[in-house]
């Protein structure tokens, strides 16, 4: 049986598109029976093109993202969730619906690279890919299906210190 871990940001175009590919990505380079999903409390209805071209740039599959919302993931014929985690700061303070399973929660905050100068931005985008990808490495490695919720709310609490 899959596990589903649901990744938040606000607009679901940059950092949790970006954590969305990434987990995929190792799971499926792992042999990890794990699927990852995004979305926001107010989607923008599009992907950043930056965080698309991040993405392409380390040769990472984002074929089947999009942005949309957190509604999706709610009701009795959405996915449970092993864990919700929130990667910008304005969805950790938002009000989440209730998620299907009691899903374990963690914050992962990352800067926005959309505010970079535009000059800046392809790079922005590109570290911000790396620092999101090395977290989802991290949390790919994790034995979710032996973990308790408490061993593995311990596990993403340390990854969030690293």
């Given at each position: 049986?899959?596990?589903?871990?649901?990744?938040?940001?606000?607009?679901?175009?940059?950092?949790?598109?970006?954590?969305?590919?990434?987990?995929?990505?190792?799971?499926?380079?792992?042999?990890?029976?794990?699927?990852?999903?995004?979305?926001?409390?107010?989607?923008?209805?599009?992907?950043?093109?930056?965080?698309?071209?991040?993405?392409?740039?380390?040769?990472?599959?984002?074929?089947?993202?999009?942005?949309?919302?957190?509604?999706?993931?709610?009701?009795?014929?959405?996915?449970?969730?092993?864990?919700?985690?929130?990667?910008?700061?304005?969805?950790?303070?938002?009000?989440?619906?209730?998620?299907?399973?009691?899903?374990?929660?963690?914050?992962?905050?990352?800067?926005?690279?959309?505010?970079?100068?535009?000059?800046?931005?392809?790079?922005?985008?590109?570290?911000?890919?790396?620092?999101?990808?090395?977290?989802m490495l991290q949390l790919a490695q994790l034995p979710l299906d032996a973990m308790t919720d408490a061993e593995l709310q311990q596990a993403l609490d340390e990854i969030?210190?690293?």
């Amino acid at each position: 049986m899959s596990i589903h871990i649901l990744i938040l940001c606000t607009h679901n175009s940059a950092r949790s598109v970006l954590a969305e590919a990434l987990l995929n990505h190792w799971a499926h380079r792992l042999g990890r029976d794990w699927r990852a999903h995004s979305a926001g409390s107010t989607p923008s209805g599009r992907i950043n093109p930056h965080a698309l071209q991040a993405l392409e740039s380390a040769g990472i599959d984002a074929s089947g993202c999009r942005s949309k919302s957190w509604d999706e993931f709610v009701g009795e014929s959405a996915p449970v969730m092993r864990i919700v985690i929130t990667v910008c700061d304005s969805a950790a303070a938002e009000p989440c619906p209730y998620w299907p399973g009691s899903p374990v929660r963690v914050h992962w905050g990352f800067a926005d690279p959309s505010t970079a100068p535009e000059a800046e931005r392809a790079q922005a985008f590109a570290l911000t890919r790396q620092a999101i990808g090395y977290r989802m490495l991290q949390l790919a490695q994790l034995p979710l299906d032996a973990m308790t919720d408490a061993e593995l709310q311990q596990a993403l609490d340390e990854i969030s210190r690293s």
